[in-house]
């Protein structure tokens, strides 16, 4: 995060619940959980997959033509000393690549989601490494060999630096191998085509091991984070400069899209699990629980309502009506201007990554173009004003990522894209917390799962669920402070621990059932575990 869970802005406050909502979900689907099956088409109809998710920029070590290692690096080593940390050595994931391996399969985890990374495998445009290549060829031979799928992200929140340098943001020498200026760039066609070709590599070289692919990972967040306010390498702040080439770097990311989704189409063409599809094709999406707010409250207010609705609109409906209906609205305003019907349909399923709740505004000094609207800004709006409301129940506040994990969003979100998107197939790819606790991680999975469940009993097709993450990482900006591991890290030894999340994680998929005594232990909608030195259920907020 997805997930990461990088939120607008870098970190949205949380919303408090205020509204009852009825069912705290049941102990386990009847039945239990079927058999992992595939992520689209009807062979998977049913089916539920449990795995786990990692990026590469976020574990990897000394991946230096990666445009984090420039932005993070500490100025006096070169770097521009962005972030609260150097990504440095991160957690060696790397060298450890084929023992974490040994860590998915101890949780009896059906899959995993990974990116190899485009920094590393060409470094420099043009120029692919052999060496970085037959890498992840070992990586994918592991899981396949283990009897864990392979999910591989094309491209997740980080470039090689010579798409876009952070160094000059303006590009001021133009266009060249070195920097080609980036998504809002006059060679953004030639960074589309790039991206394709890196893709059809993967495909033709992966795809006899590996059928299912997302193109892109959360790219609202990836475009607002790094184009619109510039918290994210190459730093450019377009959202509130210049809102027609933000929307412009929104368009090119389709494009992007759009490319990845026929590159890897045409080039793996060998059916690894036997289901007769070779290649299915999604992305995946940042999903949050948007509800109306103003003035630290909840709010009915019209102007707050249609608010939220152009966010959710924004956030959770554009990209995938775009491909849907291959047609483009710049503008906006939920209705389709621009046709491109080289688009229509480039879509076999979507990934939903859910972290948090938060409010809405619009009123105040400052809305976002072409939304009129403000979500919950840390940082920006102070908490308990505007849209920001504090947790109603102060065990549910994520303090490390300020924001509140509310479990039926997730449901919440599900419910909305199986009635807007009944014939789409929808993976859960990534959810999680950052936390010090591991029973309050293990209540975050039981939860998730019953919402999950919740909505799978209503005839939403899901099919799995993946945890972010399968340790902890370097957090974006956020550097390591928050922690998402189901394994916890020692960043002096990188020695992986399991902690009670992985525990539970491995005895619900290992059985493939919650079981009453986990739903009564970490389930429901109740107070969770606190964190050290946050206030306990009850206390004022």
Known sequence: MRAQGVMFAAGLIGLASVVGVAGCGSSSPPGGYPKAGPVAGPAGAGSFTFGVATAAAQIEEDNVHSNWWIWSERTDDGGLGKGKAFVGDAVKGYEKALTDVDLIEAMHLDAYRFNPSWARIEPEEGVFDEAALAHYDALIDKLVASGIKPMLTVHHFANPVWVDDPRDPGCSAGPSATNRCGWNGPDADRIIADLAAYAGKLAARYGDRVDEWATVNEPINYLVASYGVGFFPPGKGLLFTDFPAFVGVMRNFIRAHVAIYEAIKANDTVDADGDGVAAAVGFTLNVADWVPANDGKPSTDPVDVAATDRVIYVYHHLFVDSLRAGAFDADLDMEPEEPHPDWKDKLDWLGVQYYFRAGVTGHGPILLPGIDGLPCVAGIVP??????????????????????????GLYTVLDDFG???????????????????????????????????????????????????????????????PRFGLYSVDRDTYARTPTEGATVLGEIAGAREITAAQHETYGGLGPMTPEPGEPAAGAAP
Not at 396 to 407: G, S
Not at 426 to 441: D, K, N, P, Y
Not at 455 to 476: C, I, K, Q, T
Request: some cysteine.
């Open 383 to 408: 908490p308990g004003s505007g849209p920001c409301l504090p947790p109603e129940d102060p065990t549910h506040w994520i303090p490390e990522m300020a924001y509140e994990y509310y479990e039926p």
């Open 419 to 481: 009635k807007r998107w009944p014939d789409l197939p929808l993976t859960v790819t990534e959810s999680g917390v950052a936390t010090e606790v591991g029973a309050r991680r293990a209540e975050h999975i039981v939860r998730s799962l019953e919402q999950i469940d919740r909505a799978r009993a209503e005839g939403v097709d899901v099919r799995g669920y993946y945890h972010w993450s399968l340790m902890d990482n370097f957090e974006w900006a956020e550097g390591f402070g």
